[in-house]
């Protein structure tokens, strides 16, 4: 109603004679007017309440659209003021750089800590953007506190309605792991929220100006246009599409928003997507329809989000690998509301695919190289090698060719898909593999898709097209520094790319190859090796046996004629002829002593292995009353601990310990001998040990003592043969053990040796 109106309204309802009445009577006039007046205030101040109240919602309409959308997008928001304060930031963007809400908004950078060097970039790339007018992009690394991610980051200017930049806006995309960014988005939502408050005592402040009501209203309309600029650019650059889709009950769908992404990843206009949503859904690829519809059904039930990857195909025909991030929201009538983005994610498949291919490789090439090791023989090596290579690269031939003496080749071991020739076994003689053109092979891989568009010499194609060979990879194989052979990888169907990781995958395998085939030509070599060492010690042996044997006879009748000599010339002799039939007689005894330890030496190889249950504290006894007489004159002192029984031939291990304890007797110092024998268990095996307080042994003699007829003093200082302690030693390694001696000259002796349990 009009003032006037309103005024009139009240001006009859007043009695007649208040319009020409006493001063009382004009007062409740007065009174009146002003009530009629205040009524009428009240009626505007609604009216433009209700005015502005639907200017509000508008505005909160579109920012919860805007809002929603941003829910889906995985990126982070700032947005700075012309001082490089923090005016809004996302919660992604706070959880990456660590901090809360409160302790960023209106704090610059320097304010929160940031690094000099950050805090410069930063604000040279804001001025940039505040001077120019125009959106900056670029890549940069954050340390955060989950390490160190990388971005890609748009900074983006918002002009106001008189084309002033007042307001950056910093979009940061985690190309790391895609983060999603329903977090940060729910962040700006709430200062929105804030906004809108502000806004909303801004409003009260109008009712209570009625002067300044348009100017209100105009910075309402201001602020709804601008933060509808905001949201339409921060989703304009947003990596990906932007999308709204309603789902109604009877099956239909409609796309009242997608952003300009689309027309990257499909191919289409947001008008041509909104016009027929269908062209989104019958873009899927048919192998991921299925699985994509299942998981649509499930989200459209429970209102569950949807995150999946699958494939579609643009009309070009390109196929790309798409990630759908969607949520779902139930509206009225029933229907079913979907914001989402979805994100190109082809370049990321790629490389996943390839990184799983060459992981398949790697395990392949390791299994390959087990099998290998497996085997020491080169025909194994060689026939496992091209086995295993042809089903891994699906090749029609794989076979190694061998360098001959006479510079021509053979080829030694092949695997071939049946249909195709097989060369196993042929020697190749060519005259296009000799010489100067041979030797461009032997430094490098070499890889032909088609060998007829290789330009090779007519004598070499004509040789490749006798084998069917269209595609043809050879790979050299040196052993020691030396060219052996070369791989041979066929397509014989048809031509074919050979790709880098083919490429890799042999050099590596021919490497294994190499060091395989030198260990087994190593192996050979010892094989041979050990079977001639063991032929000439059998032979020694026999030769030690038979000489010591058949020495013995012409031995015994010498020491039986110059006994016989000399009980029946004794007299008749001078005393210098009996002291050199004394020596005849003695030099006699020690060369049948000898004799005796070269046939027990021989034996103890020759003998068969009898093991049987031995009581080593019955054999100590036993060599210690045996050792009794010589105990007895030294003064020795012999002890023993507790002491095992051990699987070992008795009457060897009797003469083991006898040479080792008489050994202690034997090279004493001045004092008494004390001479005392333990052993302990280790693991699976028994160490024993002979301790003297002897002269010792000087460590650089440690190893020589245990060698037959190897003596450390002369016959007249310490008489013997010097073969016991090669018998001990070949008595131990008979039973599978070893034996040793720790000593210093003057400090005594320890001899040690081992036992199988």
Request: aromatic residues 8%.
């Amino acid at each position: 109603m009009a003032l006037s109106g309103v005024a009139s309204h009240f001006f009859l309802m007043l009695p007649f004679d208040a319009l020409n009445g006493s001063g009382g009577n004009l007062l409740l006039w007065s009174a009146f007017v002003m009530m009629a007046l205040v009524i009428t205030t009240q009626h505007v101040l609604l009216r433009r309440h209700k005015e502005l109240r639907s200017l509000q919602v508008q505005l909160e309409q579109q920012v919860q659209v805007m809002e929603t959308i941003l829910s889906t997008s995985p990126d982070h928001f700032y947005m700075f003021d012309k001082d490089g304060r923090f005016i809004y930031a996302s919660r992604a963007g706070l959880e990456t750089l660590g901090l809360q809400k409160s302790d960023i908004i209106g704090k610059t950078e320097q304010e929160l800590g940031f690094p000099p060097e950050l805090i410069e970039q930063h604000k040279q790339r804001r001025e940039s953007v505040f001077a120019t007018g125009k959106t900056l992009k670029g890549d940069i690394t954050l340390q955060t506190k989950d390490g160190v991610r990388y971005h890609a980051y748009s900074l983006i200017p918002i002009p106001d309605a008189c084309g002033n930049v007042r307001v950056v806006v910093a979009i940061s995309r985690d190309v790391t792991e895609r983060k999603q960014a329903e977090e940060e988005l729910k962040q700006y939502r709430h200062r929105l929220e804030e906004l809108v408050a502000l806004r909303t005592a801004e409003l009260v402040a109008i009712n209570k100006q009625l002067n300044q009501e348009i100017v209100e209203r105009q910075k309402a309309e201001l602020a709804w246009r601008e933060s509808e600029q905001q949201l339409l650019a921060i989703a304009a650059n947003l990596p990906g599409s932007v999308y709204r889709a309603v789902l109604h009950p009877d099956g239909a769908v409609t796309l009242p928003f997608i952003s300009e992404g689309v027309q990257a990843i499909l191919g289409l206009c947001p008008a041509e997507a909104i016009a027929n949503p269908s062209a989104l859904s019958k873009s899927v690829h048919p192998d991921d329809r299925a699985g994509l519809g299942e998981l649509l059904s499930v989200s459209s039930q429970t209102c569950q989000p949807l995150n999946h990857e699958f494939r579609i195909i643009t009309p070009s025909g390109d196929v790309k690998w798409v990630q759908n991030i969607a949520h779902f929201q139930r509206v009225e009538n029933g229907n079913l509301m979907v914001d989402g983005v979805t994100l190109d994610i082809t370049e990321r498949k790629q490389a996943e695919q390839e990184l799983q291919r060459q992981t398949r490789y790697q395990q392949l090439l390791a299994e390959i190289t087990l099998r290998i090791r497996e085997s020491l023989k080169i025909e194994v090596i060689l026939q496992t090698t091209v086995t295993e290579l042809q089903q891994l690269l699906q090749a029609d031939r794989v076979l190694f060719y061998r360098l001959l003496p006479n510079r021509n080749g053979q080829v030694v071991a092949e695997a071939v898909v049946p249909g195709w020739q097989s060369l196993l076994g042929q020697v190749l003689v060519d005259h296009c593999l000799e010489g100067e053109y041979l030797r461009q092979y032997r430094d490098e891989i070499h890889a032909w898709s088609d060998v007829e568009q290789a330009g090779f010499q007519r004598c070499h194609l004509e040789m490749l097209q006798r084998f069917s060979i269209r595609a043809n990879l050879i790979v050299p194989i040196f052993l020691k520094d030396q060219l052996w052979g070369m791989l041979f990888v066929h397509q014989c169907s048809a031509p074919r790319q050979w790709n880098s990781f083919d490429i890799e995958l042999l050099r590596q395998l021919t490497n294994q190859l190499s060091i395989a085939l030198a260990q087994a030509e190593l192996l050979e070599q010892e094989t041979r090796y050990a079977q001639e060492l063991a032929r000439s010690n059998a032979e020694l042996e026999q030769f030690a046996y038979v000489a010591s044997h058949d020495l013995q006879e012409p031995l015994r009748t010498l020491t039986s004629y110059a006994k016989l000599f000399s009980r029946r010339y004794s007299e008749q002799v001078d005393t210098k002829g009996n002291r050199f039939l004394q020596y005849i007689m003695e030099e006699a005894l020690r060369m049948q002593a000898l004799i005796n330890d070269l046939l027990w030496y021989s034996r103890v190889g020759r003998q068969i292995q009898s093991f049987a249950p031995c009581n080593c504290a019955t054999v100590f006894d036993g060599v210690v009353e045996h050792l009794q007489e010589a105990i007895h004159d030294s003064g020795a002192t012999v002890t023993r601990s507790e002491l095992p029984t051990v699987i070992a031939d008795e009457t060897q291990m009797v003469q083991l310990f006898q040479n080792l304890i008489g050994n202690a007797i034997k090279y004493r110092s001045q004092e008494s001998p004390i001479i005392q024998v333990a052993a302990v268990r280790q693991g699976e095996q028994w160490l024993f040990w002979v301790r003297d307080n002897g002269i010792g042994i000087a460590p650089k003699y440690a190893e020589r003592i245990f060698l037959i007829f190897q003596r450390l003093h002369a016959q007249e200082e310490y008489p013997g043969t010097g073969i016991g302690l090669a018998i001990a030693a070949k008595i131990v390694e008979r039973h599978g053990g070893r034996i040793w001696v720790e000593s210093e000259l003057g400090q005594g002796a320890t001899f040690y040796f081992t036992i199988p349990d």
